[in-house]
């Protein structure tokens, strides 16, 4: 394969782990967005039990006690469906870091074999080089005795 054709595969590899990067510092930044979003949550939650608590001190009606509790029960579940969400964004977070890494992998090879390519002109131009010089030191060596 040409010099020229690994050189462009390299530019496309190296978008391709660009890109990956870049969804990668997304999802990131979605899942920090969440764990944030669900520590609001869980620190609503918190400060609604402390009122619940303090107003209950102060005497509840049914009703009252009965409302309460049922929006404490759908703070719970929002909770429970958050950590189902948590677990998809991380997930997502997981596959992105893998795809990253396999991108520059990728990247490292074609570098790789490009440099190897790279290393094997320059012996092989060493040695044509090393053969002239050898070549010429004998013609030398030829004419002296002549």
Do not use: P
Request: charged share 30%; hydrophobic share 30%.
């Amino acid at each position: 394969m040409s010099d020229q054709a690994l050189t462009l595969i390299l530019e496309q590899v190296k978008d391709k782990e660009h890109q990956a990067f870049l969804a990668l510092q997304q999802a990131k930044r979605e899942l920090d967005s969440f764990y944030q979003q669900r520590e609001q949550i869980e620190k609503y939650r918190y400060d609604y039990c402390q009122q619940l608590t303090e107003r209950g001190l102060n005497g509840l009606t049914a009703s009252q006690f009965s409302h309460l509790h049922k929006f404490l029960g759908q703070l719970d579940e929002t909770l429970v469906q958050q950590g189902a969400a948590g677990r998809e964004f991380e997930r997502q977070a997981e596959q992105c870091a893998e795809l990253w890494q396999q991108a520059r992998t990728e990247r490292k090879s074609v570098e790789w074999l490009l440099e190897k390519k790279h290393t094997e002109r320059e012996q092989r131009l060493a040695r044509q080089e090393q053969k002239l010089m050898d070549e010429f030191a004998t013609l030398q060596s030829a004419r002296r005795r002549c």
